[in-house]
Structure formats: structure tokens, C-alpha cells
Nanobody
Framework: QVQLVESGGGLVQPGGSLRLSCAAS????????MGWYRQAPGKERELVAA???????NYADSVKGRFTISRDNAKTTVSLQMNSLKPEDTAVYYC??????????WGKGTLVTVSS
């Protein structure tokens, strides 16, 4: 099993920045992809960004050029640097890992609110 703990959410003004982090523990050797998803009120959960163990990155069109995903060398922590935040980025952000076996694990989520 993999345990995930997210941190870094909060309230920020439009145009501001936040950095989310997600620390994995447990069966970390089984992790292939780590990523961030978000769910806004009344909307479905959607992919924000993901990074594989090989370093390949994937971003939602809505965040390209503003958000950057990164992963530490030990591949146990994934971060999301969010710049030029917009009110529509307001959501609960979830960390997710996908193992080589296809098993998914989710964090509990961290709230990001973009508002003046």
C-alpha cells in the first residue's frame, strides 16, 4: 500500500502562486506515475498534471504555461508549482499515484482557493 500526504493549499489572490507537495510512503517502489487532480464544486475530478518515473510530464490544457509538476530524485515526493492563479483554479487538489501494476492510491486532498 501507498500512503499520500498533501500539503501547501490555502487562500491566494488572483495572479498569485502556491506550491503543493505530496509525500508518499509505504510501497514506494511500486509507484510509476504521480500526479495531481482537482475537483471544483459541482464538477467532476480532472487531471491537472502527472509525471512518470521516467520524467515524462502531462498537463491539462487549462494549466499549461502556469503550472509545473516535479518529482524528487527518490521519486517519493511530487510537487506542483502553481503560478498566475485564477479564480477558476479554485478546487480541492488531490495527489494520486499509479503503480506499475495499475493500482491507484489517492490522498485526502488539499483546498486551494483563489479569491480577492
Amino acid at each position: 500500500q501507498v500512503q499520500l500526504v498533501e500539503s501547501g493549499g490555502g487562500l491566494v489572490q488572483p495572479g498569485g502562486s502556491l506550491r503543493l507537495s505530496c509525500a508518499a510512503s509505504g510501497s514506494i517502489f511500486s509507484i510509476n506515475t504521480m500526479g495531481w487532480y482537482r475537483q471544483a464544486p459541482g464538477k467532476e475530478r480532472e487531471l491537472v498534471a502527472a509525471i512518470t518515473s521516467g520524467g515524462s510530464k502531462n498537463y491539462a490544457d487549462s494549466v499549461k504555461g502556469r503550472f509545473t509538476i516535479s518529482r524528487d530524485n527518490a521519486k517519493t515526493t511530487v510537487s506542483l508549482q502553481m503560478n498566475s492563479l485564477k479564480p477558476e483554479d479554485t478546487a480541492v487538489y488531490y495527489c494520486k499515484t499509479t503503480g506499475y501494476s495499475g493500482m491507484d492510491y489517492w490522498g485526502k486532498g488539499t483546498l486551494v482557493t483563489v479569491s480577492s
